[in-house]
Nanobody, 123 residues
Framework: QVQLVESGGGVVQAGGSLRLSCTAS????????MGWFRQVPGKERERVSCITWSSSSTYYADSVKGRFTASRDNAKKTLYLQMNSLKPEDTAMYYC????????????????WGQGTQVTVSS
């Protein structure tokens, strides 16, 4: 049974930082591209980042470029998202996701999802 478990969310003031983690089990982690999505109630789930299995490429939404950094440790089966210079508009539920490749990392083709961790940025 595949499980993706996120942690690290919380409440932070604008301009602050948080580091999210996602630990995987039940899958060969190194075989998957890993991504972060976020969703605000009433809005569509948005892809924030995707990192290839080898970490050779990382992709970001325009809204987070230069502020967020995704990384992974295949030996620990863990995905990270370092979030700096946080803004109130970053407030959302953040989800970890696994897909075969980053071009398939979307809400339809993503194969596995975590349960999410809430990030709240106060102004």
């Amino acid at each position: 049974q595949v499980q993706l478990v996120e942690s690290g969310g919380g409440v932070v003031q604008a301009g602050g930082s948080l580091r999210l983690s996602c630990t995987a089990s039940g899958l060969t982690f190194a075989n998957y591209a890993m991504g972060w999505f976020r969703q605000v109630p009433g809005k569509e789930r948005e892809r924030v980042s995707c990192i290839t299995w080898s970490s050779s490429s990382t992709y970001y939404a325009d809204s987070v470029k230069g502020r967020f950094t995704a990384s992974r440790d295949n030996a620990k089966k863990t995905l990270y998202l370092q979030m700096n210079s946080l803004k109130p508009e970053d407030t959302a539920m953040y989800y970890c996701a696994a897909a075969s490749i980053c071009s398939s990392m979307n809400t339809i083709q993503t194969q596995y999802w975590g349960q999410g961790t809430q990030v709240t940025v106060s102004s």
